[in-house]
């Protein structure tokens, strides 16, 4: 033992959070003596930079420094990042991904995020005030009228002011501090008079939606099983296949139950658009006030809220959307990642990264165990799980008596041929009959991914297009006009084909309304409960339309791409799929694959109780592998074929993929920065690598932006991020030039 006094560190290795600076070399600063306990890897702090003051991370310490005449740290901003893992995995996902070393910092700060450092001029004398997100909405107080009897003196016009506010119920005091401005003490003094009661703000605590009855049942074997070898992988990744239906949750459920009991804290990753409060009670139900729930639906301060109980180690289970995999629980066991094969999980802005990949890497350098679940695992699970890097746990049949439902595939072609004009085959429209006459419930799925209805030249095929946006136009009934999703654009729909001056221009693809408007002609006793995203647009509109559906006793639920996923209703016996054809058009790789996963979903709605189910799928493309691997309940006939395909062409998981954006509104500077972006990667990489492009995005325009990209090829475990980040940044962009890297991207747009 030595006997040396414990010097503190006497400087601070910082990035600075400044978005023009690309790269990540830290600057040093000394730590003067009264911030020594302070300064810790991990906190914000503010450093003067230049003639201005920034936020940044500390990102090392030392006794030393290789430069002179440091300039000290101001402030230290809050406390070092919660999770111990944090720091490395910043930097890792960093590298991955190449993204700067501050902006996956950020992806483990409270929600509301980095205080922002504000510059005043005032006669000539310049300030900088940190301005400090509002986020505690547990420090609101609720205040509630007890005496409306009560007349305030005539002085008293914010006391006035605050009793006609609360006349029409309960108010929080920050919502009165937003109207009025300072009103605390106003509060106190009409508190005191017993005129208002002031209370503490009850913390949100996850969406109040019913919970269904959920009692933990007595496990099939498969699931024992499957329950078994996650207990039993520490520090791997288990890939649990199960078709719809076959009790996943439930093992979710007693792996997290087992680590409870072993006094670790399990984080549960669901797509943002299954996160219903059906999900969330599910695991309510079971670990009540443990469970933390995160998703963006949440105003700031409710999620800042839910961060601070997993913070305090209250929350033992944190249940939420992509980001909550960065929630800060105090003793990590557990990650699991629901429907591991939805794009959802990789990030759309820097930095780019994808939660499963974030976490397969946590498993490997920790004893964290990663669970992910799926009906349809993608390709690169299926491989990494036949390579034997990650192990496996099946559930093949439903935990139900009825097995998986009959799958029904109608041409539809042929229908139009026989002259069937309408949007519901003779199949579907007799099942719709069906289950009208036995006051059943069915669900409906309309494929709106990419576009809703469009006009279609029937003689040369053509579609009009955005004059601004590469897209082609949404016609929209109410007010026939065609519309762009993108940039707005609108104009009156076209009578003849301006291209071959056909007159058989026809709406193709039809919108939730006219399917809604048509179900009531035909069956009127069926009530139908529409979601799409205009009926579910604003807080709990999602949740709403579910429990309409619920409380129905007899009716259709029809939606896009939002009732396909996780919804477990026992009464649904029929799932109808208006049109599987929109996904198979996609401009992208995996659209075989994603058409495949969507109508495996979809039809997993059905025949989930004691009745069995019935899918009929319609579409004009009925030999479309996708659709027959849903119709004979084999994967392998479409990944058979899949895998061929992606290993002769290169496509992922056979290779690795980064797709480099370079948008802006000056053509010409957008073209020749990505020319020399290409040349530059192209003298950059090994021998082995492709450089694609740059060409145009298959989205070109944008909002008035014009995109280009450029593709790279590597082999698998190729770090492709740490190149492209060095060769970007040895190549910074011009004034009105954004370049986006996007590595392992889950699409091209
Ligand atoms: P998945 O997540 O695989 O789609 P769920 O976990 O939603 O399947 O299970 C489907 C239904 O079966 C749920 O209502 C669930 O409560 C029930 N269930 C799960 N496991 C069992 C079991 N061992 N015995 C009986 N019912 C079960
Ligand atoms: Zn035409
Ligand atoms: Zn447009």
């Not at 005449?69 to 101001?74: R, S």
């Not at 005496?147 to 119920?169: K, M, N, V, W, Y």
Request: aromatic share 6%; hydrophobic share 40%; with cysteine.
């Amino acid at each position: 033992m030595s006997n040396d006094r414990y010097i503190p560190p006497r400087v601070a290795h910082v990035v600075v959070d400044v978005r023009t600076r690309a790269l990540d070399a830290p600057f040093d600063y000394g730590i003067p003596p009264h911030l020594a306990s302070a300064v810790a890897i991990g906190c914000p702090v503010l450093v003067p930079l230049g003639g201005r003051r920034a936020v940044g991370f500390v990102v090392g310490l030392s006794d030393v420094s290789r430069y002179g005449d440091l300039k000290d740290i101001e402030a230290v901003l809050g406390e070092a990042l919660s999770r111990n893992d944090a720091f490395e995995l910043a930097r890792w996902i960093a590298d991955e991904y190449a993204a700067s070393l501050a902006d996956a910092m950020r992806l483990f700060l409270p929600p509301g995020g980095t205080p922002r450092v504000v510059r005043h001029e005032a006669d000539g004398v310049v300030s900088w005030e940190l301005v400090r997100p509002t986020v505690s909405a547990a420090e609101d107080r609720v205040v509630t009228l007890l005496d409306p009897a009560f007349e305030p003196l005539a002085t008293a016009h914010l006391q006035r002011s605050i009793l006609e506010a609360l006349r029409a119920g309960p108010v929080t005091s920050g919502e009165l501090a937003a109207e009025f401005g300072a009103v605390s003490a106003a509060l106190k003094a009409l508190e005191k008079r017993g005129v208002v009661e002031v209370t503490a703000r009850r913390r949100w605590r996850g969406d109040s939606g019913r919970v269904r009855e959920d009692a933990a049942h007595v496990l099939t074997a498969a699931q024992v099983k499957a329950v078994e070898r996650i207990g039993t992988s520490p520090g791997a990744v288990v890939m649990l296949e199960g078709v719809t239906g076959s009790g996943k949750t439930e093992v979710y459920l007693r792996a997290i139950d087992a680590m409870l009991a072993a006094g670790r804290d399990s984080i549960v990753l669901v797509p943002e658009i299954s996160l219903t409060p059906q999900t969330v009670g599910r695991f309510r139900a079971r670990f009540g006030s443990q469970v933390a729930v995160l998703h963006s639906r949440l105003s700031v301060g409710e999620r800042y809220d839910q961060w601070s109980l997993a913070a305090e180690g209250t929350a033992k289970v944190v249940v939420g959307a992509r980001s909550a995999l960065f929630a800060p629980v105090r003793n990590l066991g557990l990650v699991i990642i629901d429907e591991e094969h939805e794009p959802s999980y990789k990030q759309g802005s820097a930095p780019r990264y994808h939660a499963r990949d974030v976490a397969a890497h946590m498993a490997l350098t920790s004893d964290v165990t990663v669970v992910l679940g799926s009906a349809t695992p993608s390709l690169e699970a299926r491989v990494a799980v036949e390579e034997g890097l990650w192990r496996s746990a099946k559930l093949p049949h439903r935990v139900t008596t009825h097995g998986l439902p009959n799958v029904h595939v109608v041409d539809m072609g042929a229908e139009f041929a026989d002259g069937n004009r309408s949007m519901f085959s003779t199949p579907l429209g007799k099942a719709l009959d069906d289950v009208a006459a036995a006051s059943g419930k069915g669900v409906l799925f309309l494929n709106r991914r990419g576009f809703a209805s469009f006009l279609l030249c029937r003689e040369c095929g053509f579609v009009p297009h955005c004059p601004n946006c590469s897209v082609s136009l949404t016609y929209h009934e109410r007010g026939d006009r065609l519309v762009c999703h993108h940039c707005g654009h609108a104009e009156p729909p076209m009578h003849e084909c301006p291209r071959c001056k056909s007159p058989y221009l026809r709406k193709f693809g039809a919108g939730t309304q006219r399917v809604e408007d048509e179900i009531h002609a035909r069956w009127p006793s069926l009530p139908v409960v529409r979601m799409d995203a205009d009926t579910t647009s604003g807080k709990g509109g999602h949740e709403r339309a579910l429990v309409a559906f619920e409380d129905l006793k007899s009716g259709l639920l029809l939606g896009t791409q939002m009732v396909a996923k996780g919804l477990d209703y026992p009464e649904v016996t029929l799932v109808g799929v208006i049109n599987a054809d929109t996904t198979m058009h996609l401009p992208d790789f995996r659209a075989a694959e994603r058409t495949y996963q969507l109508l495996e979903q979809v039809s997993g709605r059905a025949g989930r109780g004691d009745d069995p189910g019935l899918v009929i799928v319609q579409t004009y493309w009925p030999d479309h592998p996708a659709v027959r691997a849903v119709a004979s309940g084999d994967a392998d006939v479409l990944y058979a074929e899949e895998r061929e395909v992606r290993a002769s062409v290169g496509w992922p998981p056979y290779r690795r993929l980064a797709n480099i954006m370079i948008s802006g509104e000056a053509e010409p500077a957008v073209r020749a920065h990505a020319d020399s972006l290409g040349e530059a990667l192209r003298g950059a990489v090994p021998d082995d690598w492709e450089v694609l492009g740059p060409t145009d995005a298959a989205l070109a325009r944008v909002k008035r932006a014009y995109r280009r990209h450029v593709v790279l090829k590597a082999p698998r475990g190729a770090g492709l991020g740490r190149l492209v980040r060095a060769v970007l940044a040895g190549h910074p962009a011009p004034p009105g030039v954004a370049v986006a890297p996007d590595i392992d991207p889950v699409d091209f747009g």
